[in-house]
């Protein structure tokens, strides 16, 4: 199921009911973005009320169901959408009474309140999938059974009304800190990246990114690299991203010689690496500041450099497969004059200026994406090409609350998974467990980490698999000495992972769609070209990567792990200066390794070995060249 997209397409009076409910949340959150904040529970409450209406709306039942636009489930998922009105409402207009019997609750309260979490994970199990709506319910079940489960996992057990208080009737449950940032801050930078999308900015970023890089050799490649790391920056999502600026370079790769899976398997790695770079970075970054309680301006501070790096480890590797592919560089005719493109879209980095000065002003989250929502519709105003009348105005905010959905939906029902964790202590014990099987080696409860992020990452979108492993490991983590920025990163760059790695590997699949290629094949190509998601997380934990310490530790740090990921890249591809031979390649691995060690004595000798082979490639080709 397409991120964000619909699945059934509305008629008649229900279109435009469905419609209203979209711009109306669309319209909702910039107000209060904006002009009018409102408290916690009404800004969640009235933001989820409207998603689960969308989601029940526009998401049939079944597959089967969605082929017939009028199909038998219609009726009822009219009154679900209903229903999510009614036990929202329910709280909003008798909220002082329900803060007044706190504890105490009601049969109606009860009633109403099985209802909300059962629509929540209807919803979760429409948009997101069977997985997701099954670790929800699978948490409830074990809040209940505590007292019947053995060892470490058994607690004191609560009953149907402290579960239903705890998920319905406080901001500990679905109405806790994932929805809540979900119905502040991403909702506005997700609209945000719809209206310059849909403005011409896409299409921007990708013609600029192609006229700096189409001379190159591999130059298309570069330019996904470079464009998927624009807009992905903005957009917040590696899927959207991949079929956007995937369906310019894809084929533009595909022409000057990658196979199909290479060009998907590129594409997908850019447009994840998206994610990873400010100043947006998905809705991750936004959980992690509320989380930490750290500004965001001082999460996309720290984020840039191992950003940068892993495109640098993408560029490195889209580099070397060119090389060894014998690829040439695209004619002049082909390429767009960098002076053409920004004279035809300058005004596009207006937007982007204006976001990084509101948070340098330090304006909150909310605010800096209003100004940017408003800065965009501003520039689209310079050009006729780009001006947008009402009409494409309406459909511009309706995608914007469409491409929200999965995102909240995934932050309710996280919050399930929340609450009966915060509910049963179950956080703690995992960690314990954690740190008794990892044995007190950071390295092991890092792999560890890895490892459930690709289990989870099966069945659940990237935001939830992040709220999820960091609540349960994040603190195992941090028991094992790992700063707590640092273990955060780690657990958000690794839940990453399931776009770029087989069987997963969402991106990649999506990449593979429009690249005509193999799913799997693409999977394991879009793996080695991401290959600095897996390497980076764990160079977090021991060297200061995040700007957390000395800086001349910083600058070694930075110089010996770029070095490392370019040695990495070639030992991958089998390329440096020619062809690896296979002690070449074993020694460009134990350079890699020594370059990654915090040990500037083995980064030194990392650096020789590099130095050596690429030495002894570039005589060992200028010898050859000259013999023919």
Aim: net charge positive; aromatic share 10%.
């Amino acid at each position: 199921m397409a991120e964000g997209g619909k699945t059934r397409k509305l008629r008649g009076t229900l279109s435009y009911v469905a419609l209203v409910i979209a711009v109306g949340l669309s319209l909702f959150q910039l107000y209060t973005a904006g002009i009018g904040a409102l408290t916690a529970m009404f800004q969640r409450g009235i933001h989820i009320m409207l998603i689960l209406a969308m989601v029940f709306l526009y998401y049939p039942f079944s597959k089967k169901a969605s082929k017939d636009s009028w199909d038998k489930y219609l009726t009822l998922d009219f009154c679900l959408a209903a229903l999510s009105f009614v036990v929202i409402l329910y709280i909003l207009v008798f909220f002082d009474d329900i803060i007044w019997r706190q504890g105490e609750w009601t049969y109606t309260d009860v009633v109403l309140g099985i209802a909300a979490i059962l629509l929540v994970i209807e919803a979760a199990r429409r948009v997101i999938g069977g997985f997701m709506a099954s670790i929800c319910v699978v948490f409830v079940l074990y809040a209940l059974t505590g007292p019947y489960l053995p060892g470490i996992l058994g607690h004191k057990g609560y009953n149907v009304h402290r579960i239903v208080g705890q998920l319905y009737l406080t901001t500990e449950g679905i109405f806790g800190l994932p929805l809540g940032v979900a119905a502040t801050f991403v909702f506005v930078f997700v609209l945000f990246g719809s209206l310059l999308e849909g403005t011409g900015g896409g299409n921007f970023f990708t013609r600029l990114a192609f006229a700096c890089t189409g001379r190159m050799v591999g130059g298309p490649a570069k330019t996904a690299v470079i464009a998927s790391g624009f807009m992905g920056s903005v957009s917040g999502s590696a899927i959207a991203n991949v079929v956007t600026t995937g369906s310019f370079t894809i084929p533009m790769m595909k022409k000057t010689g990658y196979r199909p899976h290479e060009a998907g398997g590129i594409e997908a790695a850019a447009s994840t690496g998206g994610q990873l770079m400010p100043p947006i970075m998905g809705a991750g970054a936004f959980l992690m500041a509320e989380f930490t309680n750290t500004s965001y301006l001082e999460i996309i501070r720290i984020a840039a450099l191992p950003a940068i790096m892993y495109y640098f480890a993408t560029y490195c590797f889209v580099h070397f497969t060119a090389k060894k592919a014998g690829m040439v560089p695209l004619e002049a005719a082909q390429i767009p004059k960098l002076i053409t493109v920004i004279k035809e879209g300058y005004q596009f980095l207006l937007p982007i200026a204006v976001l990084v000065y509101f948070l340098l002003e330090n304006f909150s989250p909310m605010m800096v994406g209003f100004a940017g929502v408003l800065s965009v519709v501003a520039v689209s105003l310079i050009r006729k090409a780009t001006r947008i009348g009402l009409r494409q105005m309406i459909k511009l905010l309706e995608k914007g609350a469409e491409n929200a959905v999965m995102v909240s939906t995934a932050c309710a029902a996280a919050g399930i998974i929340v609450g009966m964790v915060t509910l049963t202590g179950l956080g703690l014990k995992f960690s314990s467990m954690v740190v008794a099987v990892a044995g007190g080696v950071k390295l092991v409860a890092i792999l560890m980490v890895g490892i459930a992020s690709l289990f989870l990452g099966m069945g659940l979108p990237v935001t939830a698999s992040y709220i999820v492993l960091v609540i349960l490991a994040g603190p195992a983590l941090m028991e094992l000495g790992v700063w707590l920025i640092t273990a955060h990163m780690i657990v958000f760059w690794y839940s990453q992972t399931s776009n770029v790695t087989p069987p997963v590997a969402l991106a990649a699949f999506a990449a593979a769609g429009v690249a005509g290629a193999t799913p799997m094949k693409t999977g394991f190509s879009s793996c080695k070209a991401a290959l600095g998601i897996y390497i980076i997380p764990i160079v977090m934990a021991y060297r200061p990567l995040l700007l957390n310490g000395p800086l001349p530790d910083i600058i070694l740090a930075m110089l010996s792990t770029t070095l490392g990921l370019l040695a990495l890249s070639a030992v991958v591809v089998g390329y440096l200066v020619k062809r690896n031979s296979l002690v070449e390649g074993i020694l460009l691995v134990l350079a890699s390794l020594g370059l990654f060690l915090p040990y500037a004595a083995a980064n030194g000798i990392g650096l020789i070995l590099l130095l050596g082979v690429y030495y002894l490639q570039y005589k060992t080709k200028g010898a050859n060249k000259r013999l023919k």
